[in-house]
């Protein structure tokens, strides 16, 4: 059975910090990712990486703020994001596609991340 849970979203004041975490387990995936949804918005990707590691990608909107990252031998997949913004707030999901599908289509439950002004 394949699940991704995620953890360390939180409440927390502008220019602050927060780490959130997906791990994975039940299959390995060519590429993980971030999404979010802010409440009336639809869904948005964040932030991608490749299986290697080598290949990242990011949202004009959190460049230079956001951080992914993955740990292959613990199949967890991380987001450090600083400097956030009430701009920011929002539920994120873990997303990972396998390897030969077009799309992500698998999803952690989600994480709520708020920042306050």
């Known amino acids: 059975q394949v699940q991704l849970v995620e953890s360390g979203g939180g409440l927390v004041q502008a220019g602050g910090s927060l780490r959130l975490s997906c791990a994975a387990s039940?299959?390995?995936?060519?590429?993980m990712g971030w999404f979010r949804q802010a409440p009336g918005k639809e869904r948005e990707v964040v932030t991608s990486?490749?299986?290697?590691?080598?290949?990242?990608t990011y949202a004009d909107s959190v460049k230079g703020r956001f951080t992914i990252s993955r740990d292959n031998a613990k199949n967890t997949v991380y987001l450090q994001m600083n400097s956030l913004k009430p701009e920011d707030t929002a539920v994120y999901y873990c997303?990972?596609?396998?390897?030969?599908?077009?799309?992500?289509?698998?999803w952690g439950q989600g994480t709520q991340v708020t920042v306050s002004s």
């Open positions: 990486i490749s299986w290697s590691g080598g290949s990242t």
């Open positions: 039940g299959r390995t995936f060519s590429s």
């Open positions: 997303g990972a596609r396998r390897v030969g599908v077009a799309s992500y289509d698998y």
